[in-house]
């Protein structure tokens, strides 16, 4: 049964799970009691019973995936208000530097200690030349960039991939979202399905022991015979605590999938899967691909972006003296720069070449994942046609059983078959039904396999 472990889904055998889980309990004499009214039917849940679609619904909002590729959208747009803001808006600074260059003048025979030089020719100190006795400097200064629209819709471009491929990674985690919590979902009703079949049993046993007791009484039966069923009727049990023990697990583990933080004991509700139509657009999958090319091709449009002239207007205004700063040295200056990228070692030309690769290799890894997909969707729909034809010979096969085994219980109230004749019917049966569920289960995880493909 190796797809169980890969998908799930329910099954149509909702009046065979209802009201047949029941609460962990301390003591073995109280798990007794629970035991015969849970074959009875008569437990309650703690909690009304939840669907597949509140476990889809709660996973999907609860997941980290989904939410940071939220964010991740969020950081685009914000990246692209930045490069807007660098490459089209104005940048403006306040410079200020202060430069002191004393000297100690030695002229006229005195030795005077000067912050900026009076034109002395003999002193000790740095050269006047290269000082000029100092700098004093407050300036605004102003950095437009020019004629970068053909730079910022690069960008422009290149952010809305980022988007798309934020966007198809959302729904790509929602579908992943969708065949996990029906595996996990799958296993859960798994479970409750052979817990049922399990109470069923002890239960049918149960009313046999009470009718056999006063055919032993009358000596139709012997002692041994009550006590072999005895003996079943325990082996039930046991089976029907493990499993239950097996079905709260995998309820744990499908609320942790999907970050609910219940430790309750619900009932789930069956659901049965239908196959969903071919896509009539491009496969969510194959898209993947075909925005993984296109953000290729936008990194490189990129990256040329330096090899286009560059053009910048620049303006400044403020105070900027050597020797002592004065009022008539305040005063404007602009200019435009420019810069052209004319060699780099053909860095160019190798940037091309590893984006024509990049792009082969994305092409080879759409075509093999598409035959995958085909082939995979093929394959389980021949197993699920060859389910069909066997799921149709079990139900024939366990109505069978059901009018022999009411035949059986027939002849042992009246004291004419043997007991180990019944019980070993009973295990018939009760392999006959694990079969039927496994491969209704089976089905039903196939369903979900070929809806997870064909996406």
Not at 52 to 61: D, H
Not at 124 to 142: E, P
Not at 150 to 174: F, G, M, V
Not at 435 to 446: D, F, P, V
Request: proline residues 3%.
């Amino acid at each position: 049964m190796d797809s169980i472990s890969k998908r799930t889904s329910t099954t149509k055998t909702a009046k065979h799970t209802k009201n047949h889980y029941f609460p962990l309990l301390q003591t073995a004499q109280t798990l007794l009691l629970v035991l015969f009214f849970l074959a009875a039917g008569q437990i309650a849940f703690a909690a009304a019973p939840k669907t597949l679609v509140y476990y889809l619904q709660a996973a999907k909002t609860n997941s980290p995936l989904i939410h940071r590729a939220i964010n991740d959208n969020k950081v685009v747009d914000l990246d692209l208000r930045q490069v807007k803001s660098i490459l089209m808006q104005p940048q403006i600074s306040l410079d200020a530097a202060v430069l002191l260059a004393p000297i100690i003048s030695h002229d006229n025979g005195t030795n005077q200690f000067q912050l900026a030089s009076n034109n002395a020719t003999h002193y000790n100190g740095y050269d006047l030349a290269v000082t000029n006795g100092g700098q004093y400097q407050a300036m605004l200064s102003l950095q437009q960039p020019l004629f970068t629209k053909p730079s910022y819709h690069a960008y422009e471009q290149k952010a809305s991939i980022n988007r798309e491929i934020n966007d198809n990674s959302i729904r790509l985690t929602k579908h992943e979202i969708d065949q996990l919590v029906s595996h996990q979902y799958l296993l859960c009703v798994n479970s409750a399905l052979q817990l049922h079949t399990s109470a069923q049993l002890m239960q049918d046993i149960a009313s046999q022991l009470r009718i056999m007791k006063p055919l032993v009484a009358n000596a139709i039966y012997k002692q041994t015979d009550e006590m072999l069923l005895q003996i079943e009727y325990q082996n039930y049990r046991d089976m029907v605590a493990t499993q239950h023990a097996n079905y709260v697990t995998n309820l744990y583990d499908l609320n942790a999938l999907c970050g609910i933080h219940d430790t309750t004991v619900v009932e789930l509700e069956p659901t049965h899967l239908q196959l969903n139509d071919l896509p009539v657009t491009q496969s969510v999958f194959t898209k993947s691909y075909t925005l993984d090319s296109t953000a290729l091709t936008a990194d490189l449009k990129i990256n040329n972006l330096k090899y286009l002239p560059q053009v910048n207007l620049f303006a400044n205004g403020g105070l900027n003296a050597s020797y002592l700063p004065t009022l008539n040295r305040f005063g404007i200056s602009a200019g435009i720069s420019f810069s052209w990228m004319l060699y780099d070692g053909h860095q160019r030309k190798i940037q091309q070449e590893r984006t024509r690769f990049g792009l082969q290799n994305i092409s080879f890894d759409k075509q093999n994942f598409m035959t995958q997909q085909e082939m995979n969707k093929d394959k389980i729909i021949r197993q699920i046609n060859a389910l069909d034809v066997q799921l149709q010979n079990l139900q024939d096969q366990l109505k069978m059983y059901a009018k022999l085994v009411s035949a059986y219980e027939l002849q042992l109230s009246h004291g004419n078959i043997s007991v180990m004749d019944y019980k070993n019917l009973l295990k018939d049966v009760a392999a006959k039904q694990q079969e039927a569920t496994l491969a209704r289960i089976e089905k039903e995880s196939l369903i979900s396999s070929f809806n997870y493909w064909n996406y």
